[in-house]
């Protein structure tokens, strides 16, 4: 038979064609599948650019909105700053006012501690009573007496400050002693009812304050003396004691009641009075006499002067 002599070349080229046939088949369909998966991708990624642009819009709407309550947020904060500067305000104004208040009360609580009289001007110009004595007085140590076996006694809380005027002279070579300080109502009635009869009214009142002007009834004025005079207080302006007391006796609160030229009484070196370390500094730097100053301005020192 003729086809046998073709079987050879029929049989290969039929199972090229079945091959062929099965590569453009297994083509097709990969084609097909792959077609539907671009198609089904084109549809997700419109779908997801569709979502995004969605998202971008809301996320631009949020944005947009958190501008707008930051820019509120940013207006409640600089009104609540501009409140909390006005409460500041107000409050450094209330402290300022408590201060002022507390440092008030403070200074009237000081002063109710402290004797109204102490600063007063009283020879021949304000007037003690025969009831009136210093709230505390001490007795005074007898090494600072001319005359040991007497008696002295000044106020309490002044005592300090002359006792280092005492031991300041002494530390300074300088004999200094106390000859008298505190009398009573009824001791300046005594003193000045002797001092006339001796001297005569006018005489005696030149250098004797009437019971209740006097100076020593307050227990912050003594009489100065010194070795060298015979036990007399007459001369002590020419010893180097007084000379150490106008140098001096301001840094302990000591000025001189009765100097040269005054208009109440005689010149008295001798007669010296604690009004307080800040007043008698004012009336040494300034070369003032206590008596000489307003009253009111004297005042003002009374609150400093235990200070």
Known sequence: MGYKRFLPYIIPAGIVFVVLGGLFVYGFLRISALTEQIGSLTTEFASTTATLSQNTGQLAKNLADLRSQTTGLSDTLSSA???????????????QTVGSISGTVGTLQKLSKIDPELLKKYSKVYFLNENYTPPHLISMPADYLYKESSSEQFL???????????????????????????????????LKS???????????????????????????????????????????????AYQWLLANAYRFGFEISYPK?????????????????????YLHDNKLNFYDMDQRDIDAYLINIFD
């Open 156 to 190: 309490t809380e002044a005592w300090p400050f002359l006792k280092n005027l005492f031991d300041a002279a002494k530390s300074n070579g300088i004999a200094l002693y106390a000859e008298s300080a505190y009398r009573s109502f009824a001791e300046q009635q005594s």
């Open 261 to 281: 030229g005054n208009t109440h009484y005689v010149y008295e070196p001798w007669h010296w009075r604690f009004v307080g370390v800040k007043f008698a500094t």
């Open 81 to 95: 700053q501009q409140n909390i500067d006005a409460v500041k305000t107000q409050v450094g104004g209330v402290e």
């Open 194 to 240: 002797l001092y006339t009869v001796i001297y005569g009214a006018g005489t005696a009142n030149s250098f004797a304050a009437d019971q209740g002007y006097s100076e020593h009834q307050l227990g912050t004025t003594l009489d100065f003396i010194t070795t060298g005079l015979g036990g007399q207080t007459e001369g002590f302006e020419n010893t180097q």
